[in-house]
C-alpha cells in the first residue's frame, strides 16, 4: 500500500515534534504541584447545559435562550468513552449522522431535514466547511481536548452567515485550570484496531496550555458491501495534533493561538454502473486538515467586551489510485477570516448588545481543473433584552456581500419567557442563506457563474416542563423550515440551476431525568415530514422518525457506565428507493477505583458498538460494521 504525500508526513512530524518538545520542557520550567485526573473526580452527571454561547453569540443561561440547544459536555464524552465526534452526535435529536462504510469513510449530518452542506461546522469559532463542496466531512473529526459541543437548530445566518441554513455544530476544546495535568489513554481492540493519544495542561498566573497527540488504526471493513461479496478490507489511520496557548497580556487583555492538525489515510472501494460500489484493492484517499486562530479579547471594567478573532483553514483531499485514471485527484478548501465582535452588557440580568463584522477569503478547486477565490464581507447586531431571570427576546440582523453573487440580509428573532416556576415558553423565526460553493460557480463545464444564494424562512415553537431543582424536565418542540432557490444539477443546461424547493416540518421531544448524582437519563424522539416540492418525495436520507436513549448510571462505587439507543426509521435514499430502518446500541464500563500510583489515576474501560450486531444498511451498497469490540485505560495525573 502506498504511504502518505511525503510533504504532509513531514509537516505533520514537524508540528508533533516541536509540540512534543514543549511538553517535555514547561514541566521542568513549572513548580511541583499536581493536581488529581479531572476526570477521576468528574461527576455522572452528564446533561449539563446551564450556560450556552453558540446559539447568541454571547453567554446565556438554558432560561434566557430562544433557540432549542443541546450541549454534549466533557463529562458525557468521558463517560461514552468513544473520540469518534460523529458518534456523539447520533444521539442529538433532529440530528442525523450517515457514514457511508466503516471508521474513516464519508461521514455527514443532517439538520432538521436541510441539506448536510447546510450545517456549519466550528471549532472554537473556526469554520470547518469546504469551500468546494460546501458540506464538511466528520470522518477525521475526533474528540480530543474537547470541554463541549453546543448543538443549535434552526436557521443561524444572522449569527454566523453562509452554511448555517440548517444550524450549527460548535466545538469548545478545554483551557486548561490545573497546574499540571497530564493524560495518557490506549485501546486495542478487534480488526487490529489501536488507538493512543496523550495529553499535557498546564495553568499559571498569566499563562495556560494545552497540547495534545493522537493517533488510531484500523483495518475496519470493506466500504463496498460485504453482502454483495466485496472482501477487500479499507484500512483506516489518523493522526491529529492540537495546541493551544493562552497569555494574560494584561489585567483585562487575553491573547490566545489554537492549532490543529490532522492527517489521515482511507482505504476506499469505486462504483460499477448497474452493481453499485465494488472492492477496489488500490484506491487511497489521503487527507491533510490544519487550522489555526489568533484571538484577543478584551474585558475592561466598564462593561464593554471586543473580541478580535484572525483563523484559518485549510483542507486537502488527494486520490490515489493506479488501476483507475479517474480516481486520482487533488481537491483543496482554503478558508482565511478576520472577525471582529463587540458586546456591551447593559443591565444585570442580561440585556446586551452585540455588533461585528467579518471580512473572509474562499479559495479552492481541483489541481488540473480550476483554482479560484471569493470574498464574503459582513456586519451584524444583535439585541438581547432581559427583563427578568428566565424571560429575554434576541432580535439580530445581518448584512452579507458576496464577491460573486452580490448581497444578502438575514435576520432572527428569539423569545424566552417562564409561564410558571415549572413552565418555559421559547420561540425562534429567523432567515438563513447559502452561498452557491466553488464548484457551483467554477468547476469547468458543470458550473453557473450565475447562481443565487439558497435562502430558508424557518421557525420553532415550543415549551419546556421542569421541576425547579432540575432533576426532570420535558420539552416539546415544534418547528418548519422552508428552503428556496436549492442548487441542483439540470441535465437540460449541464448545469447547477436554482431549480429546487423544499420544505421540512417536524416534532421534537426531548426528557431529562436525573434522579441522583449517580444516574441520569436523556430520552428523545424526532418526527420529521420533509418534502421535494417539485416531486412531493421524501428527502433524501433524511428518516422521519428518530428514537435516541442515553443511560448514564454508576451503579457501584467508580464504576461509571453508559448505555445509548439510537432508531431511525422511514429513510429513502437519493434513487427514491426504501432504505433500512437502523438501530444501533453502544454500551461503555469504566473503572476508576483502582488505586493511584505516585499520583497516577488508571481507569481500565470497554467499550462495545453495535451491541445488537445489527448489519442493517446505513448507506445501501455499503458496509455497517457489526459489533465490536474495544477494551482500553486511561491514566492521568
Not at 91 to 111: D, E, K
Request: with cysteine.
Amino acid at each position: 500500500m502506498n504511504t502518505r504525500p511525503r510533504d504532509a508526513r513531514i509537516r505533520l512530524r514537524a508540528l508533533i515534534r516541536t509540540m512534543a518538545a514543549t511538553a517535555i520542557l514547561l514541566p521542568l520550567a513549572s513548580a511541583p504541584s499536581v493536581a488529581q485526573s479531572a476526570a477521576a473526580d468528574s461527576p455522572s452527571v452528564v446533561f449539563g447545559d446551564d450556560v450556552t454561547v453558540t446559539g447568541s453569540r454571547v453567554p446565556l443561561t438554558a432560561e434566557q435562550r430562544g433557540s432549542r440547544i443541546t450541549v454534549i459536555t466533557a463529562e458525557e464524552i468521558a463517560q461514552r468513552q468513544t473520540a469518534d465526534v460523529a458518534d456523539l452526535l447520533r444521539t442529538v435529536p433532529g440530528l442525523a449522522v450517515v457514514r457511508t462504510g466503516g471508521p474513516g469513510q464519508i461521514t455527514s449530518v443532517f439538520m432538521r431535514g436541510a441539506n448536510s452542506s447546510q450545517a456549519l461546522i466550528l471549532i472554537d469559532g473556526v469554520p470547518l466547511n469546504s469551500t468546494t463542496a460546501g458540506g464538511y466531512d466528520l470522518s477525521n473529526l475526533r474528540a480530543d481536548a474537547i470541554d463541549r459541543i453546543e448543538i443549535v437548530r434552526g436557521p443561524q445566518s444572522t449569527l454566523y452567515g453562509s452554511d448555517a441554513i440548517g444550524g450549527v455544530i460548535q466545538i469548545h476544546t478545554r483551557r486548561s485550570e490545573t497546574p499540571v495535568s497530564l493524560q495518557l489513554d490506549a485501546e486495542v481492540g478487534e480488526d487490529d484496531r489501536r488507538r493512543i493519544g496523550a495529553s499535557i495542561e498546564l495553568a499559571r498566573e498569566r499563562f495556560d496550555l494545552l497540547l495534545s497527540l493522537s493517533d488510531e488504526e484500523d483495518d475496519a471493513v470493506s466500504a463496498a458491501a460485504e453482502d454483495n461479496g466485496n472482501t477487500e478490507v479499507d484500512p483506516y489511520d489518523l493522526t491529529t495534533a492540537i495546541g493551544r496557548l493562552g497569555i494574560a497580556l494584561h489585567e483585562h487583555v487575553r491573547a490566545e493561538l489554537f492549532l490543529r492538525a490532522a492527517d489521515g489515510t482511507t482505504g476506499v472501494d469505486g462504483f460499477s454502473f448497474g452493481i453499485g460500489p465494488v472492492d477496489d484493492p488500490n484506491a487511497i484517499l489521503d487527507r491533510e486538515s490544519q487550522l489555526g486562530a489568533i484571538t484577543l479579547t478584551v474585558e475592561p471594567p466598564d462593561g464593554w467586551h471586543a473580541r478580535l478573532r484572525l483563523s484559518a483553514a485549510d483542507d486537502e483531499l488527494v486520490g490515489r489510485d493506479p488501476d483507475n485514471f479517474f480516481s486520482n485527484f487533488t481537491v483543496e478548501s482554503e478558508l482565511r477570516q478576520a472577525e471582529l465582535q463587540l458586546d456591551r452588557q447593559l443591565t444585570d440580568l442580561g440585556t446586551a448588545a452585540t455588533f461585528g463584522g467579518s471580512y473572509e477569503t474562499r479559495e479552492g478547486g481541483s489541481v488540473g481543473s480550476f483554482d479560484e477565490e471569493i470574498d464574503i464581507t459582513a456586519f451584524f447586531a444583535q439585541f438581547h433584552w432581559a427583563w427578568a431571570e428566565e424571560s429575554a427576546v434576541t432580535l439580530g440582523a445581518r448584512y452579507d456581500d458576496h464577491s460573486r453573487f452580490g448581497e444578502e440580509v438575514t435576520y432572527r428573532l428569539a423569545l424566552a419567557h417562564a409561564l410558571a416556576p415549572w413552565a418555559r415558553l421559547h420561540a425562534t423565526v429567523g432567515t438563513g442563506f447559502k452561498a452557491p460553493t466553488l464548484n457551483d460557480l467554477f468547476f469547468p463545464g458543470f458550473s453557473n457563474p450565475d447562481l443565487d444564494a439558497e435562502t430558508s424562512l424557518g421557525y420553532d415553537v415550543g415549551i419546556t416542563f421542569g421541576r425547579p431543582d432540575g432533576v426532570f424536565d420535558l420539552d416539546l418542540t415544534y418547528f418548519a423550515n422552508d428552503f428556496e432557490d436549492l442548487i441542483a444539477f439540470e441535465f437540460a443546461t449541464v448545469r447547477p440551476e436554482n431549480i429546487a424547493e423544499a420544505e421540512s416540518s417536524c416534532v421534537e421531544l426531548v426528557s431529562r431525568w436525573t434522579p441522583s448524582p449517580r444516574a441520569s437519563l436523556q430520552f428523545g424522539y424526532t418526527y420529521t415530514d420533509t418534502e421535494d416540492k417539485a416531486t412531493g418525495a421524501q428527502l433524501a436520507r433524511r428518516p422521519e422518525q428518530k428514537t435516541s436513549l442515553s443511560v448514564f448510571v454508576e451503579p457501584l462505587a467508580d464504576l461509571r457506565t453508559s448505555l445509548t439507543v439510537v432508531s431511525e426509521q422511514d429513510r429513502i435514499d437519493s434513487d427514491g428507493s426504501e432504505m433500512d430502518d437502523i438501530v444501533r446500541v453502544d454500551l461503555a464500563l469504566g473503572y476508576r477505583g483502582l488505586p493511584t500510583f505516585g499520583g497516577v489515576a488508571l481507569e481500565p474501560y470497554v467499550r462495545v458498538e453495535n451491541l445488537l450486531d445489527a448489519d442493517d444498511a446505513e448507506v445501501p451498497g455499503f458496509t455497517t460494521p457489526g459489533r465490536r469490540v474495544a477494551v482500553g485505560i486511561r491514566l492521568g495525573r
